[in-house]
T-cell receptor, first 111, second 114 residues
């Protein structure tokens, strides 16, 4: 069963704009991660935020975590064509350490 | 260094046949995961190996699915008597520790059951 749910399911924005994707989850977690997937194959890790952290930055990426609301957001600033991909959140559940993925957001950057 | 390697990259099989999918994790990684991804969908958890502990098989969809990990390294996912609904991309990932480490994914095996 899915632990996380991303929204929106799909997002199209103009190049240069910011893209925001959200993730909600159900059970207590050790950490939350965001991954990118191109062309339906292997996923690439983007950023990990621990349950005691509230915000984390990496380059053009900004991730927030609100454990009271069981939600996270991924912000990509100044989007580029190469950012076109599917983005998934994954939660490391503290009851069993199993890493469970959401259904993903398909992001399309328009030229 | 070498990443996670999966083979074959593509597999077409007839309904009712058995298939074996292989995953070579990054050397030294103790955790290994199998996921399944149907077209345009999210990743469905199948099974999780951690070191010498008993694997977490809670995601396997039926008893036609099994997996093993030999010597704490290579893993094989076996699907017996394949069905058309088994068609998907099967992804393997490994990580170096029990928690708090990102997963390293292979490029997957695309299974098509005709």
């Amino acid at each position: 069963s899915q632990q996380g749910e991303e929204d929106p399911q799909a997002l199209s924005i103009q190049e240069g704009e910011n893209a925001t994707m959200n993730c909600s989850y159900k059970t207590s977690i050790n950490n939350l991660q965001w991954y990118r997937q191109n062309s339906g194959r292997g996923l690439v890790h983007l950023i990990l935020i621990r349950s005691n952290e509230r915000e984390k930055h990496s380059g053009r990426l900004r991730v927030t975590l609100d454990t009271s609301k069981k939600s996270s957001s991924l912000l990509i600033t100044a989007s580029r064509a190469v950012d076109t991909a599917s983005y998934f959140c994954a939660t490391d559940r503290n009851r069993d350490d199993k890493i469970i993925f959401g259904k993903g957001t398909r992001l399309h950057i328009l030229p | 260094g070498a990443g996670v390697s999966q083979s074959p990259s593509n597999k077409v099989t007839e309904k009712g046949k058995d298939v074996e999918l292989r995953c070579d994790p990054i050397s030294g990684h103790t955790a290994l995961y199998w996921y399944r991804q149907s077209l345009g969908q999210g990743l469905e958890f199948l099974i999780y190996f951690q070191g010498n502990s008993a694997p977490d098989k809670s995601g396997l969809p039926s008893d036609r699915f099994s997996a093993e990990r030999t010597g704490g390294s290579v893993s094989t996912l076996t699907i017996q008597r394949t069905q058309q609904e088994d068609s998907a991309v099967y992804l393997c990932a490994s990580s170096p520790t029990r928690q708090g480490s990102p997963l390293h994914f292979g490029n997957g095996t695309r299974l098509t059951v005709t």
